[in-house]
């Protein structure tokens, strides 16, 4: 009977020793309150939102446009076209004299590479844009006279000064 009753004693001490181990292992549930705040700060940014998608339709009546402009300016002309570079500066152009034949469609690419200037010739109504050191412009006319015509920029006093030069029609 003795050895029973120490059994006894020794499995109930057991018990109430594993008892007091986890005992240190409980204090955690402060942790749980904290990350609950985060939701509530994303809301109010919502209202932005649906004034920028009402103005996107009525682009698609806009692009209906565009093939027909692109299509009808630049062929025509293009193929027959002769194009001739000349650079000015100041003050004069690098090609003196350009000789064409009648009724040929002439492109003159105009390139600054010192000052501001343009490429005027009077009599076929030709004139490009004004343009700065490094720019390029073109004009396009067709040369329906027969002659000797001048061509020269048109800014300040340049063509007093010089930049001049000729177009031979023949
Ligand atoms: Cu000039």
């Given at each position: 009977m003795k050895y029973i009753l120490i059994a006894l004693i020794a499995i109930i001490g057991g018990i109430i020793w594993l008892n007091t181990l986890p005992g240190a292992e409980?204090?955690?549930?402060?942790?749980?309150?904290?990350?609950?705040?985060?939701?509530?700060?994303?809301?109010?940014?919502?209202?932005?939102?649906p004034t920028d998608s009402?103005?996107?339709?009525?682009?698609n009546d806009v692009g209906m446009e565009y093939p027909e402009t692109d299509m009808s300016?630049?062929?025509?002309?293009?193929?027959?076209a002769k194009v001739y570079e000349i650079s000015g500066k100041n003050f004069e152009f690098d090609i003196k004299e350009i000789r064409i034949k009648k009724n040929e469609t002439v492109v003159i690419k105009f390139t600054s590479t010192d000052g501001f200037h343009d490429f005027v010739i009077d009599e076929f109504d030709a004139q490009t844009e004004r343009i700065r050191t490094g720019d390029t412009t073109s004009v396009t006319f067709v040369a329906d006279k027969a002659g000797t015509f001048e061509y020269y920029c048109s800014v300040g006093s340049h063509r007093v000064s010089g930049m001049t030069g000729k177009i031979v029609v023949e």
């Open positions: 409980a204090p955690v549930p402060v942790a749980t309150e904290t990350p609950v705040r985060t939701e509530p700060v994303t809301t109010p940014t919502a209202e932005d939102s009402q103005e996107i339709p009525t682009g300016v630049p062929t025509p002309s293009a193929t027959d």
